[in-house]
T-cell receptor
Framework: AQSVTQPDIHITVSEGASLELRCNYSYGATPYLFWYVQSPGQGLQLLLKYFSGDTLVQGIKGFEAEFKRSQSSFNLRKPSVHWSDAAEYFCAVTGINNAGNMLTFGGGTRLMVKP | DGGITQSPKYLFRKEGQNVTLSCEQNLNHDAMYWYRQDPGQGLRLIYYSQIVNDFQKGDIAEGYSVSREKKESFPLTVTSAQKNPTAFYLC???????????FGSGTRLTVV
């Protein structure tokens, strides 16, 4: 069975500081990995996705993520956080062996940004 | 513009009443999904449908029902059998494959 773990429920960073949100997955074949962001009271917006190729993927809003197969990780990073980045972030996994493209989501990490 | 629309944004229901949440997409996606979101619990899958006239139960289907009569529409009915229906409900759509999901903006249901 596939699963996603986001070890940090809450993270607080200062504006301008760097950010790394952790994501560990379990999947029996080649995974497809996603990061979504959710502002309060809103739906989820896709930040970036990894299917194959370059293990460092660039997304919207200045985010990037690195796929590390050996560590079963797909951590999200941003060099300099802005106050508008305060939101909840979800990592998700599916894969080529998963009929129907069923995404499995992690529990989310809530990011707070200090001025 | 293509997208996925959920309505209404806020919904209030009296105990014992059924209520239907709307989800419409014009992305030509085959698959549609309903999730429930409670504080601190992430997203839990209620129902999903991969083709018209077919749908499957997710992890927490009890007290909910759905239909998929058209490709564009996947309404969710919260029945009186759902004991704790107050939550934020998210609809999503996608192609079976690699593209991920597109989400609607959600409906917040409150039982009064």
């Amino acid at each position: 069975a596939q699963s996603v773990t986001q070890p940090d429920i809450h993270i607080t960073v200062s504006e301008g500081a760097s950010l790394e949100l952790r994501c560990n997955y379990s999947y029996g074949a080649t995974p497809y990995l996603f990061w979504y962001v959710q502002s309060p009271g809103q739906g989820l917006q896709l930040l970036l996705k990894y299917f194959s190729g370059d293990t460092l993927v660039q997304g919207i809003k200045g985010f990037e993520a690195e796929f590390k197969r050996s560590q079963s990780s797909f951590n999200l990073r941003k060099p300099s956080v802005h106050w508008s980045d305060a939101a909840e972030y979800f990592c998700a996994v599916t894969g080529i062996n998963n009929a129907g493209n069923m995404l499995t989501f992690g529990g989310g990490t809530r990011l707070m940004v200090k001025p | 513009d293509g997208g996925i629309t959920q309505s209404p944004k806020y919904l209030f229901r009296k105990e014992g009443q059924n209520v239907t949440l709307s989800c419409e997409q014009n992305l030509n996606h085959d698959a549609m999904y309903w999730y429930r979101q409670d504080p601190g619990q992430g997203l839990r899958l209620i129902y999903y449908s991969q083709i018209v006239n077919d749908f499957q139960k997710g992890d927490i289907a009890e007290g909910y029902s759905v239909s998929r009569e058209k490709k564009e529409s996947f309404p969710l009915t919260v029945t009186s059998a759902q004991k704790n229906p107050t939550a934020f409900y998210l609809c999503a759509s996608g192609f079976p494959g690699t593209a991920g999901y597109t989400f609607g903006s959600g409906t917040r249901l409150t039982v009064v």
